[in-house]
């Protein structure tokens, strides 16, 4: 079967930096998203990853290491805005792309 | 004007009555896909299409059925809905492999409660 691991819930402070953890066990892989989530509203598009290393896109980057079947997210300079839930997803399952999606974590970010 | 539209927005209803939720896209998009969630379970696909002609159940389609009216209108039905049927459901959208980066663009969420 389809698996992704994540933290159901992290804290962390305005200012600093904090890194949420991914793990998948899946058939066949075309990618991984991160989605941020506020409370009662839709996921939004953060980042994709396909090949290893990290992607950078300003206070945000990705990592994915597709052999250990591990991503994560890193969220610089934390703002109070940030705490959300941040849903890690990935694409498996060949031509149909299907989208599959983790718990997600829940981010509280303090003063 | 959002991309991607849910109506209604919120539904309360009772056990056995048949609800239809909707959703529309301006984006252009062939794909279209429907997800419900519930805390601790995440998000959990119900149906999908690629295109109008093109209908596939999810993981969890027992109880559901879907219409592609059109390009851009894909509807859920809940034929007798039960109270376990109640969740935030959001239909999504996302363009062929290949073109970018390829995500799902969400709309806004139908949060139903069936009594």
């Known amino acids: 079967g389809q698996n992704i691991d994540q933290p159901t819930e992290m804290t962390a402070t305005e200012g600093a930096i904090v890194q949420i953890n991914c793990t998948y066990q899946?058939?066949?892989?075309?990618?991984l998203f991160w989605y941020q989530q506020h409370a009662g509203e839709a996921p939004t598009f953060l980042s994709y990853?396909?090949?290893?290393g990290l992607e950078e896109k300003g206070r945000f980057s990705s990592f994915l290491s597709r052999s250990k079947g591990y991503s994560y997210l890193l969220l610089k300079e934390l703002q109070m805005k940030d705490s959300a839930s941040y849903l890690c997803?990935?694409?498996?399952?060949?031509?149909?792309?299907?989208?599959?999606f983790g718990t997600g974590t829940l981010l509280a970010v303090q003063p | 004007d959002a991309d991607v539209t849910q109506t209604p927005r919120n539904r309360i209803t009772k056990t056995g009555k048949r609800i239809m939720l909707e959703c529309s896209q301006t984006?252009?998009?062939?794909?279209m896909y429907w997800y419900r969630q519930d805390p601790g379970l995440g998000l959990r696909l119900i149906y999908y299409?690629?295109?109008?002609?093109?209908?596939n159940k999810g993981e969890i389609s027992d109880g559901y059925s879907v219409s592609r009216q059109a390009q851009a209108k894909f509807s859920l039905s809940l034929e007798s809905a039960i109270p376990n049927q109640t969740a935030l459901y959001f239909c999504?959208?996302?363009?062929?492999?290949?073109?970018?980066?390829?995500?799902?663009?969400f709309g806004p969420g139908t949060r139903l409660t069936v009594l």
């Open positions: 999504a959208t996302s363009d062929l492999p290949g073109r970018g980066y390829n995500e799902q663009f």
């Open positions: 899946t058939s066949g892989f075309n990618g």
């Open positions: 990853n396909v090949l290893d």
């Open positions: 997803a990935v694409i498996y399952g060949g031509a149909t792309n299907k989208l599959i």
């Open positions: 984006k252009g998009h062939d794909r």
């Open positions: 299409s690629f295109d109008v002609k093109d209908i």
